[in-house]
Each structure stands twice: as structure tokens, then as C-alpha cells.
């Protein structure tokens, strides 16, 4: 059964620094990579995924991620975070063989200072 | 508007008391889903559904139960609820296919057992 970590439990920064947060998955085979975002006191919305193809994936907001396959990583990146992208974070992989089924990490929460 | 709709929001109850959970989609998606998210755990499956009267136990089946008589409406019972069932609950719905993996969340509703 495939899991997923995200080491970074907590993040702090201040607005307009750089934000990494990392994904690493343990699944062999072919997998499908997401990252969502939960802002305070709401759902879950999808932020960007990962199929097939350019492995730099651009998603909402200014927010992108890369799969390097050889780390099983799925790290999410912004340049420059604003105070509106506090929330928590979670990184999710779909096996290929797992139909619909999503792992989700952890969680990072990020708060991001004015 | 296309959304997941659960109800209810907030939920106190005493061990031992039954209840429901209703989860409702409008976008007849075949896939439904129950995840329950704690402080550090991510969000693990409870319970899912592929289609109407096709479920299947997730990563944490333990306590609960779920029906699907209706494509729209997958509920999650708790027949005998207990204070480790204490947390966030959030409903889940999409359209089945590996290239359709985008789950739609419903906004969730927060349980405390006392």
C-alpha cells in the first residue's frame, strides 16, 4: 500500500519569502500526484496535480510543483507567498492500480506573517 | 452550483448514542468518499463507494458504517459512537476513472463524542 510524508509539519514565513514544502511517497509503480489546500475553515480544493508529461506542474494561484520520480518526491513551491496563502497543505498520491482511491500526507501548516 | 453538500456542520453527541452524517453531490458523480482528518494524520478513508450499492472498507473502517441507495447521497453511520471518533469529517465525491481523480470536498462536519 503506497503512504505519503510531509516532514514539514508546521511552517512559519514572512510575506514574499520562497516556500517549499516536500511530498514523498512510497509506491513503485505508476502513481498520480496531488497537492490541496485547506484554508481556515474550509473544504479541501484542489491546488494542482500531477498525471503524466512535464513533470513541473503549474497550478492555481502561483503555485507549482515537480515530481522527480527517481526521489519519489512531489515537492510544492511558490517564489513569493502572500498572507492570503496561510492554510494547510496536503500532498496525495493515486496508485494506478488503486482506482479512485487517494493517500493523503500529514498535513503542513503554513502561516505566512504580514 | 455544483458542490457536496454534508450536513450537520458542528455535532456533540454522549457514547453510545447512534447517528448519521448525510452527504449529499449534484454532479452525478459515480465515486463517494468519507475521510476523517486528525491533527497530524492527514486525511485517512473511512469508507468509499464506486458506485450505487458498491461500498468498500478504506484505511479506517473500525465504528462505522455507510449505504448507497442513491447515487447523490451516501451517509456515515456511527452505530455506537465513541470519544476516539472525535474529529473532523469530510465527504468526498468525483467521477471514476483514473484520469478523473479530482475529488470535490463537502465542507465538513466536526464531531465531538463526550
Known amino acids: 500500500a503506497q503512504s505519503v510524508s510531509q516532514h514539514n509539519h508546521h511552517v512559519i514565513l514572512s510575506e514574499a519569502a520562497s516556500l517549499e514544502l516536500g511530498c514523498n511517497y512510497s509506491?513503485?509503480?505508476?502513481?498520480?500526484l496531488f497537492w490541496y489546500v485547506q484554508y481556515p475553515g474550509q473544504h479541501l480544493q484542489l491546488l494542482l496535480k500531477?498525471?503524466?508529461?512535464?513533470?513541473l506542474v503549474k497550478g492555481i494561484k502561483g503555485f507549482e510543483a515537480e515530481f522527480i520520480k527517481s526521489k519519489f518526491s512531489f515537492n510544492l513551491r511558490k517564489p513569493s507567498v502572500q498572507w492570503s496563502d496561510t492554510a494547510e497543505y496536503f500532498c496525495?498520491?493515486?496508485?494506478?492500480?488503486?482506482?479512485?482511491?487517494?493517500?493523503f500526507g500529514g498535513g503542513t501548516r503554513l502561516m505566512v506573517k504580514p | 452550483e455544483a458542490q457536496v453538500t454534508q450536513n450537520p456542520r458542528y455535532l456533540i453527541t454522549v457514547t453510545g448514542k447512534k447517528l448519521t452524517v448525510t452527504c449529499s453531490q449534484n454532479?452525478?458523480?459515480?465515486?463517494m468518499s468519507w475521510y476523517r482528518q486528525d491533527p497530524g494524520l492527514g486525511l485517512r478513508q473511512i469508507y468509499y463507494?464506486?458506485?450505487?450499492?458498491?461500498?468498500d472498507k478504506g484505511d479506517v473502517p473500525e465504528g462505522y458504517k455507510v449505504s448507497r441507495k442513491e447515487k447523490r447521497n451516501f451517509p456515515l453511520i456511527l452505530e455506537s459512537p465513541s470519544p476516539n471518533q472525535t474529529s473532523l469529517y469530510f465527504c468526498?465525491?468525483?467521477?471514476?476513472?483514473?484520469?478523473?481523480?479530482?475529488?470535490?470536498f463537502g465542507s465538513g462536519t466536526q464531531l465531538s463524542v463526550l
Open positions: 496525495a498520491v493515486n496508485a494506478n492500480n488503486a482506482g479512485n482511491m487517494l493517500t
Open positions: 463507494s464506486m458506485n450505487v450499492e458498491v461500498t
Open positions: 500531477y498525471f503524466s508529461g512535464d513533470p
Open positions: 509506491y513503485g509503480g505508476t502513481v498520480n
Open positions: 468526498a465525491s468525483s467521477m471514476t476513472g483514473a484520469a478523473a481523480v479530482k475529488l470535490f
Open positions: 454532479m452525478n458523480h459515480e465515486y
